[in-house]
Each structure stands twice: as structure tokens, then as C-alpha cells.
């Protein structure tokens, strides 16, 4: 499918996890502009960072929603909180939260940004359909699920407690399956991204539940 820009609403919420055991958490130029031109990210915007590892990906979002925007950074490993955080306070950020989530929740408050996009991290939930629960608390209305993932990989290492999917990693369709089957719609496919040659993306958004009275049922 060819990849084509996405026009997103105005309240975009984009959960940016980038830490995996798997992968680096560097913020590539390719890949960041190629997240920012599909996201249409701008100013003002409020994001959150899943997963956001040594905080590269923090710092470059805090960077491009400026002053008057917002990054959620989360983490389920206390040290690397504690370092993000002090990354923060050395370059003098007032835009960034840092959160410590865990194996339950993505630790963000309800309703608290506009855009969600995740990086090689789904796979490595071993309670995604409570992650899934929480994108849609953490989502404005009109947000949005960027997530980045990684055909299987059979020569991974396997990872504990994770659903069995037959190796590291997960399959477009698997993806499309669970994200599906708890009320997101797929908005845009990407069969390739910057990086691997294994790597794609999806877009999601939530299912808008339509009342009986729109629909002219008494």
C-alpha cells in the first residue's frame, strides 16, 4: 500500500514508546522527520512517550512541540526514570513529565494528550490488552495510536510473559487483529519505516460509539 500523508484532527494524541530490549532508542533524522510529517506534529501539541528508554525521543519532541506543548515520558524501569528526569532538568525543560508506568498501566493520567505512537514496544507487553485500555484513557478526543513494530524475528531471544505470537516480535495482521478487536480502527498502513527492513507501521484511532438516536432508533 502506498504510504500517503495522513490529514489527522486538530487533537492528535501520540504515545511515542521507544524503549525495546530489541532496539536502540536513538532518534534518527530520517525517522523522526518521517514521524513528524505523519503525524503533522506542531506546537502546542501534547504527547506522551512510552517507553521512552535513555530519552532521546523525549527530548526531540520537547523540542518540536515547544514551550506551549506538553511530552509524557514513561518508563517501567525506576533508573531509567531517574535518568530521564535528570536529562531533563539539565537542559532546563518545563515541558516534559516523567512517569514511571509498569507491567498494567502506561502510568498517564486520563485524557492528558493529543497523539499515541509506539516503537517496537507493543510486542514487548505481557498485558496488552490493559495497555490497549490504557491508549484509549490517555487519548483527547479526535487522538490517535501511532504504532511502530517488527515482523517475528526467530532468531530473538524469546521474551517472558509476553503472548506466544511464534517468535519476537508480531505480524502486521496479528496487530491489526488485537488493536481491532478492542475498538481501533486502522486509519493508514505503512508496509516499510525508516530502520529495519522488517519494520512498519500502522495508524489507529478509537472507535467512536454512535448513539441509538443518531441512528433514529427510539
Not at 501520540?14 to 530520517?30: D, E, F, K, M, Q
Not at 532468531?155 to 488493536?179: C, F, Q, S, T, Y
Request: aromatic residues 6%; contains cysteine.
Amino acid at each position: 500500500m502506498e504510504n500517503r500523508p495522513v490529514r489527522l484532527p486538530v487533537l492528535l494524541v501520540l504515545i511515542l514508546a521507544v524503549n525495546c530490549a530489541c532496539a536502540g532508542t536513538r532518534a534518527p533524522s530520517a525517522e523522526a522527520g518521517r514521524l513528524f510529517e505523519t503525524l503533522h506534529m506542531a506546537e502546542g501539541m501534547s504527547v506522551a512517550d512510552v517507553g521512552a528508554g535513555d530519552g532521546d525521543w523525549t527530548l526531540a519532541l520537547a523540542e518540536r512541540v515547544g514551550p506551549g506543548g506538553r511530552v509524557f515520558a514513561t518508563e517501567v524501569k525506576e533508573d531509567l526514570v531517574v535518568d530521564i528526569r535528570d536529562r531533563v532538568e539539565r537542559q532546563e525543560l518545563d515541558n516534559v513529565t516523567v512517569l514511571l508506568g509498569d507491567d498494567q498501566s502506561l502510568g498517564l493520567p486520563d485524557s492528558c494528550c493529543d497523539a499515541i505512537f509506539l516503537r517496537q514496544v507493543y510486542h514487548h507487553f505481557t498485558d496488552p490488552r490493559a495497555m490497549r485500555d490504557g491508549f484509549r484513557r490517555a487519548l483527547q478526543p479526535g487522538g490517535v495510536v501511532l504504532v511502530v513494530e517488527i515482523r517475528i524475528q526467530p532468531g530473538w531471544p524469546e521474551l517472558e510473559g509476553v503472548p506466544d505470537r511464534g517468535g519476537h516480535g508480531i505480524e502486521p495482521e496479528d496487530l491489526l487483529a488485537e488493536m481491532s478487536a478492542d475498538g481501533f480502527e486502522l486509519v493508514e498502513r505503512y508496509d516499510s519505516w525508516p530502520g529495519d527492513e522488517d519494520r512498519y507501521a500502522m495508524l489507529f484511532r478509537p472507535v467512536t460509539e454512535v448513539e441509538p438516536m443518531a441512528l433514529g432508533f427510539f
